[in-house]
């Protein structure tokens, strides 16, 4: 996977009870349970670590990492 994703599942990782072995590409918010402050955070670190600004309604249920993934990149792009 790209740097991007690893970042993305380090960032999980920090905020819930997931394992890097237990997240994959096709892992969906959720999947993940995580509740509507751990989804502002992870917008707010991927803000500062990767420079991309996401809003935190923007981490569906349905979306999954590597869609997220593919999204930064997208925008960091321009």
């Given at each position: 996977?790209?740097?991007?994703?690893?970042?993305?599942?380090?960032?999980?990782v920090e905020l819930s009870?997931?394992?890097?072995?237990?997240?994959?590409?096709?892992?969906?918010?959720?999947e993940l349970d995580l509740?509507?402050?751990s989804l502002i955070e992870i917008s707010m670190r991927?803000?500062?670590?990767?420079?991309v600004v996401l809003d935190d309604a923007e981490l569906g249920a349905e979306?999954?990492?590597a869609g997220?993934?593919?999204l930064i990149g997208a925008r960091r792009a321009g």
């Open positions: 996977m790209n740097d991007i994703y690893e970042e993305l599942v380090r960032i999980v009870d997931e394992t890097p072995e237990r997240i994959g590409p096709a892992t969906t918010f959720g509740d509507s402050l991927v803000e500062r670590r990767l420079g979306l999954t990492l997220t993934a593919e």
